[in-house]
């Protein structure tokens, strides 16, 4: 089924593993004596989220907020619409937020709004993949995994209606499945 959807692999699931142990490593180092509150946002973030959580090796909590921009498209709605909101307070903690993919930037724009009201004491933003060229406004990631060119990708918990997410490694969907 997959097979003729994902018209090349672009990133193997070797490479995502070696590159998210860096960044564990580099945030472990980061964060060394605070306590952390590691937010990842619903759906796309799980798989990264749960590999990146265990390659931290501090003692963090963990909690989700569930967001969609999407829909079934390619292309962002421009309107961020909250489905799950955390389960307890930030106020005070400091917060990364751990996200799949950055594209238009909306998205975390809203949510770094969001957080920043609830006074958090710290926040910054890992994200596994970066579309810099689509951006649509001024967001620069704190951690990045890579940087890809402007191409509608899938897999390691990125979809396209819903699908691929369980893919191990991340590819270009093709257009004209
Ligand atoms: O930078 P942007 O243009 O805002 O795009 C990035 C957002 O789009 C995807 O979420 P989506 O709304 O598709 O929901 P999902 O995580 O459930 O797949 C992705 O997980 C990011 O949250
Ligand atoms: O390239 C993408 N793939 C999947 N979801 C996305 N959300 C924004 N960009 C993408």
């Known amino acids: 089924m997959v097979k003729g959807k994902v018209e090349q692999i672009l990133i193997t699931k070797d490479e995502i593993a070696t590159r998210v142990a860096e960044l564990g490593r580099k945030i472990t180092e980061d964060y060394r004596g605070r306590d952390l509150l590691i937010v990842g946002i619903l759906k796309g973030a799980i798989v990264f989220y749960s590999d990146l959580c265990r390659s ?26 909250i ?11 400091d917060v990364l937020i751990v ?30 993949l970066d579309k810099p060229e689509r951006r649509k406004c001024d ?19 990125l979809d396209y209606a819903e699908y691929f997410r369980n893919l191990p490694d991340i590819g270009i969907l093709n257009p004209d499945a």
Not at 83 to 93: Q, T
Not at 139 to 157: E, K, R, S, T, W
């Open 56 to 81: 931290i090796d501090l003692p963090v909590k963990m909690d989700f907020m569930s967001v969609s921009s999407y829909g079934a498209g390619t292309v962002s709605s421009g309107i961020v619409k």
């Open 83 to 93: 489905n799950k909101d955390l389960d307890h307070s930030c106020e005070g903690v």
């Open 99 to 128: 996200e799949d993919i950055i594209d238009s930037g909306l998205t975390l724009q809203y949510l770094k709004e969001y957080l920043i009201s609830r006074q958090v004491r710290s926040l910054k933003v890992c994200c596994l």
């Open 139 to 157: 967001l620069v990631p704190d951690y990045c995994g890579f940087q890809i060119p402007d191409a509608f990708v899938v897999g390691y918990g």
